[in-house]
């Protein structure tokens, strides 16, 4: 006799979450791949474009298979104006596509983790591998043309050591104590993030139609540059090199190739990988100082977060997540 299990809350969460992503990159990629000139890097947006059309129909399957409402996520009728003039680099483009894989593989890496029935289980597993692939190809890319930017080499040392101080968890007063090799991978990382994050929303500002949303786009674009500012001075203290900025690689365009749902969606989205990123680097930081840093920049796209998520809903752009049932609402019938 077969058994058909339920969608746990966990597994119900990511599949939603994933279809609403993958809806908006959709949109994304579809503009990206009209004013891609480069065929290399036409060739691997095609690449994500594809797998990002698959997951759609496998979640559809899923969803229906439960009997649960199908999200409406985002529409190339609705979100998607492919006459607009090129807004992104090929540059832009195959850093965007970088960075879609190593945030998939943050997102399929916890999907994989909270799932029990063997088709989610196995889907998200199919989804980490696709995440692997979509990094080698921008990366080998990347390599090719001399834009990957690699992050800096420290010397070798001569023998191993132990930490003998406590100093070397103190950062407010006296002498500092070096960058630990973690500690610089996590700045390193965290600019190249903000970096594309300024570009993006150098971009969306421009396009934006809604005096509000343009507002809420170049207030993410200052606060991305203040964080790339204060991690490359942490850095050039230690005489680390920072990665460059990708400000140039958006053109002066003014025509929106998305809809203001669309990209004020991406934003938040963005701001909400920032704040795990960042929180992660809490962790990996022994240094007090560079903790305290962190908490009081993940504090400040909190409340950015929050002005975006207040200007969906004023809008009317919030689709509602999977939610448990108000009991006091349905015994008040």
């Known amino acids: ?27 994304m990629l579809r503009s990206l791949l009209v004013h891609a000139e480069d065929k290399e890097i036409h060739a691997v ?9 698959q997951h759609i129909k496998k979640l559809t399957t899923f969803f229906q298979e439960a009997d649960y409402p199908l999200p409406h996520g985002f529409t190339e009728a609705e979100d998607l104006n492919l006459d607009a003039p090129k807004l992104f680099s090929d540059t832009y483009c195959i850093n965007f596509i970088s960075q879609l894989g190593k945030t998939g593989l943050n997102a399929y890496g ?12 196995n889907y998200f597993q199919a989804c980490l591998m696709e995440s692997v692939e979509l990094i080698k190809r921008a990366n080998t890319i990347m390599l090719h043309k001399g834009l990957y930017v690699r992050p800096p080499f420290l010397p070798i040392p001569a023998t ?17 104590r070096s960058l630990t090799a973690l500690e610089i ?3 390193y990382a965290n600019i190249q993030r903000n970096a594309l994050g300024v570009a993006t929303m150098i971009a969306f500002s421009q396009a934006a139609e809604a005096e509000d949303v343009r507002h809420l786009m170049v207030r993410g674009k200052e606060i991305a540059s203040k964080h790339i500012d204060i991690f490359t001075t942490l850095m050039r203290k230690d005489d680390v090199p920072a ?8 053109s002066a365009s003014t025509v929106a190739p998305f809809s203001d749902k669309l990209m004020t969606f ?24 560079i903790a305290v840093m962190y908490t009081r920049l993940m504090t400040e796209i909190g409340s950015f977060a929050e002005d975006g998520a207040n200007l969906m809903i004023k809008h009317g752009w919030v689709e509602e997540p999977p939610m448990s049932p108000n009991r006091d609402e349905l015994a008040k019938g």
């Not at 947006?45 to 059309?53: M, P, T």
């Not at 999907?111 to 989610?120: F, N």
């Not at 990665?243 to 958006?250: L, Q, S």
Request: hydrophobic residues 40%.
């Open 266 to 289: 991406q934003t938040t989205a963005l701001i909400s990988l920032g704040m795990g990123y960042y929180g992660a680097s809490i962790a990996s930081s022994p240094r007090r100082d």
């Open 45 to 53: 947006l095609e690449y994500a474009l594809e797998i990002s059309q």
């Open 110 to 121: 916890m999907a994989v983790s909270l799932a029990t029935k063997d088709d989610i289980f």
């Open 160 to 176: 191993i050591d132990f930490v003998k101080k406590q100093k070397f968890l103190t950062g407010f007063l006296g002498e500092k």
């Open 1 to 27: 006799m077969e058994h058909n299990v339920k969608l746990s809350s966990a597994e119900t969460s990511q599949i939603w979450s994933s279809y609403m992503n993958d809806s908006a990159v959709i949109c």
């Open 185 to 187: 991978t996590h700045l």
């Open 243 to 250: 990665p460059m900025r990708w400000d140039t690689e958006v």
